[in-house]
């Protein structure tokens, strides 16, 4: 079974920026998406499309299974237009070590929020996030990806971003 371990952190600033070592503009919709963490997603790039399907295999949000199928360009563009929630968002690949960092910099309605990713290879794997990686926000849902395109930053009361984002 095809197992993601990931954590995940709210950026502030922008010292990441020297470390990018590649950067593609994503779009992805959701045509599932669970309270319970299951979630079919369709994600898009310039080049190349895919159908991932995830579910929790942790309470944490730590671990999630995760089977990810590439598609035809033309497929993900029907889908996503099925798709009642979306993101877009810039994603860099990060040089760092300890897994494979990626950062994503939401656009639209969820702009300016920033949060950088690191895939590990087991749970136990103990990593020194980079000090612009402010809060770790790992298991939040109200963050998730699948959470921000159903109900994205720009609709939060200042309340709400306040809570989150003024950390």
Same mark, same amino acid.
């Given at each position: 079974?095809?197992?993601?371990?990931?954590?995940?952190?709210?950026?502030?600033?922008?010292?990441?920026?020297?470390?990018? +070592?590649?950067?593609?503009?994503?779009?992805?919709?959701?045509?599932?998406?669970?309270?319970?963490?299951?979630?079919?997603?369709?994600?898009? +790039?310039?080049?190349?499309?895919?159908?991932?399907?995830?579910?929790?295999? +942790?309470?944490?949000?730590?671990?999630?299974? &995760?089977?990810?199928?590439?598609?035809?360009?033309?497929?993900?563009?029907? #889908?996503?237009?099925?798709?009642?929630?979306?993101?877009?968002?810039?994603?860099?690949?990060?040089?760092?070590?300890?897994?494979?960092?990626?950062?994503?910099?939401?656009? %639209?309605? =969820?702009?300016?929020?920033?949060?950088?990713?690191?895939? #590990? &290879?087991?749970?136990?794997?103990?990593?020194?996030?980079?000090?612009?990686?402010?809060?770790?926000?790992? %298991?939040?849902?109200?963050? +998730? =990806?699948?959470?921000?395109?159903?109900?994205? #930053?720009?609709?939060?009361?200042?309340? &709400?971003?306040?809570?989150?984002?003024?950390?």
């Amino acid at each position: 079974m095809a197992l993601e371990i990931e954590r995940r952190f709210l950026v502030r600033g922008d010292a990441w920026r020297s470390l990018v +070592s590649w950067s593609q503009p994503l779009r992805q919709g959701y045509l599932v998406a669970t309270a319970e963490g299951f979630t079919v997603r369709v994600r898009q +790039s310039e080049l190349e499309a895919w159908l991932t399907l995830k579910a929790a295999a +942790s309470a944490d949000g730590l671990v999630r299974h &995760e089977y990810e199928y590439p598609i035809p360009l033309r497929d993900a563009a029907d #889908l996503l237009a099925l798709c009642p929630s979306q993101v877009a968002k810039m994603r860099h690949g990060l040089a760092l070590s300890g897994g494979v960092w990626v950062l994503d910099e939401f656009q %639209g309605a =969820n702009a300016p929020l920033v949060v950088a990713e690191v895939e #590990l &290879e087991a749970v136990d794997r103990m990593i020194t996030p980079p000090e612009w990686c402010a809060l770790e926000i790992t %298991g939040r849902h109200e963050l +998730s =990806n699948s959470a921000l395109a159903r109900r994205p #930053l720009a609709s939060w009361s200042v309340a &709400e971003l306040r809570a989150v984002l003024d950390f």
